[in-house]
């Protein structure tokens, strides 16, 4: 039997610490991979929640920045999981949710970041062809008023999730 000095000890430790660092370095940061981007327009981030069998809309989120100099507007874009796709506000009346179309499309200011999220702005996918399943990815396009179309793909999360989940999760 062989007694592991307290040198040994450290440069397994050392070593172990290299290989670790080195893994995470090689691979991609987030379950994300990639962030999406057209012209001036960066999209990322994008996640949904799973729905219930007979769900006939979903929600989806993401955030959209604008490194150009000149304000562009998503205005739409479609997705073959459903009918059809809109851009809605989420705002409070009189203790009441109330979710609403925005009109006219949502403005990304120069070097401003809006983020589509949970009880704020968000995508409604209605009209859904079947359930949306937590670990499926689901593709879309966003359609911006200056910028064009970007194709993106949503990550599903659970269905009681508040945001995506965090970095290097896998399902």
């Known amino acids: 039997m062989s007694i592991?000095?307290?040198?040994?000890?450290?440069?397994?430790l050392a070593l172990t610490i290299f290989m670790l660092t080195w893994a995470?370095?090689?691979?991609?940061?987030?379950?994300?991979?990639?962030?999406?981007?057209?012209?001036?327009?960066?999209?990322?981030?994008?996640?949904?929640?799973?729905?219930?069998?007979?769900?006939?809309?979903?929600?989806?989120?993401?955030t959209i920045s604008n490194k150009g100099t000149a304000p562009d507007r998503l205005v739409g874009g479609s997705s073959a999981a459903a009918g059809r796709f809109e851009v809605h506000s989420m705002v409070m009346e009189q203790g009441v949710a109330k979710m609403r179309p925005v009109e006219g499309g949502l403005e990304i200011k120069p070097?401003?970041?809006?983020?589509?999220?949970?009880g704020s702005f968000h995508i409604m996918l209605l009209g859904?062809?079947?359930?949306?399943?937590?670990?499926?990815?689901?593709?879309?396009?966003?359609?911006?008023?200056?910028?064009?179309?970007?194709?993106?793909?949503y990550e599903v999360e659970g269905m009681g999730a508040s945001s995506p989940m965090p970095s290097g999760h896998t399902h």
């Open 24 to 62: 995470l370095a090689i691979r991609p940061h987030n379950a994300f991979a990639e962030d999406f981007a057209i012209g001036t327009i960066q999209v990322g981030k994008p996640w949904m929640r799973a729905t219930p069998k007979g769900a006939a809309v979903a929600g989806a989120y993401l």
């Open 128 to 153: 859904l062809k079947q359930p949306i399943e937590r670990g499926q990815k689901v593709k879309a396009t966003l359609e911006f008023a200056n910028a064009g179309k970007v194709d993106i793909e």
């Open 4 to 12: 592991i000095r307290p040198t040994s000890l450290l440069a397994i």
């Open 111 to 118: 070097g401003e970041t809006v983020e589509l999220k949970p």
